[in-house]
């Protein structure tokens, strides 16, 4: 069976050198692993990727049975498409201050037309990156609410880089872009309007049909974390499963295009 993995939630042109270097001490951590317990199969027949999987389909990925380890959003988990997933762990980011595990978006503007007090209380379009993201969907619907702003229209870019261009461009009024990833993008022209509240951290996932063990893995990314984390900024793994999350609010899908499709890597 040919294995993959893919590391694609935070897989920017700026930290892309840091995943690959990351994925090289993964896979001599989980080689490691596999040595150690005598009662799997013999590494020699169950060859590890040498490299991360960047030109297969996610959605792809998450159906292929030989998908040692990926990542997704929360609410993916409760999407058809992410149904063969196992979640096994989530990642405490080194870059944010908020409570370990958990993560937050900023709400954002373009700089030439912020929002101000009399905007929050008109219709505003609003572009999401994905109808299945808590960072980029969840996140807006959660804080627009809060706040009494409602929502003319829902576009979905594919991408908090693409978000920032419907914003740029003037296509869209309002984004939440997942603050991981904030210092990574281009953001020229934005500016931040508000934080989100906090969830879990997106999950670590792999097959549940795998052939390496759930906590096989977690042991060999705890330990890969431990020596190389810092490089991207994640200091430490604490445990997940699908209670941890939460799917999209049926309250928000009406507000969705026809059709809209979830899942999209943060990129």
């Known amino acids: 069976m040919r294995l993959i993995a893919s590391l694609p939630w935070y897989d920017l042109p700026v930290l892309r050198p840091r995943l690959d270097a990351f994925w090289s001490v993964l896979s001599h951590k989980l080689s490691h692993e596999l040595n150690k317990d005598l009662q799997r199969v013999n ?5 590890l990727p040498d490299r991360l999987n960047r030109h297969t389909p996610l959605i792809e ?3 292929h049975p030989g998908l040692l380890l990926s990542q997704c959003c929360g609410p993916d988990l409760f999407t058809p498409q992410a ?6 762990a989530r990642p405490v980011f080194g870059d944010l201050d908020c409570t370990p595990g958990q993560y937050f978006s900023y709400i954002v503007s373009a700089s030439h037309k912020p929002f101000r007090r009399h905007d929050l209380h008109r219709p505003s379009r609003f572009v999401i990156n994905s109808a299945s993201s808590r960072s980029g969907c969840a996140a807006l619907f959660e804080w627009t609410t809060t706040n009494g702003i409602d929502c003319d229209q829902v576009m979905i870019s594919g991408s908090h880089a693409s978000s920032l261009e419907y914003l740029r461009n003037g296509s869209a009024d309002v984004a939440a872009i997942d603050a991981h990833s904030w210092p990574l993008l281009d953001s020229r022209g934005i500016s931040i309007i508000g934080n989100s509240t906090e969830a879990p951290t997106p999950p670590f996932v792999m097959h549940r049909r795998s052939p390496i063990t759930p906590g096989l893995m977690q042991a060999a990314l705890s330990s890969a974390i431990r020596q190389a984390g810092n490089a991207i900024n994640i200091e430490a793994v604490i445990g997940a499963s699908r209670q941890t999350y939460q799917p999209i609010s049926s309250a928000w899908h009406t507000h969705l295009p026809v059709g809209a ?5 943060l990129t």
């Not at 149904?83 to 096994?88: C, G």
């Open 61 to 63: 990925q998450w159906s």
């Open 43 to 47: 590494t020699d027949r169950l060859p």
């Open 83 to 88: 149904r063969e997933l196992v979640p096994i």
């Open 261 to 265: 499709s979830p899942c999209c890597a």
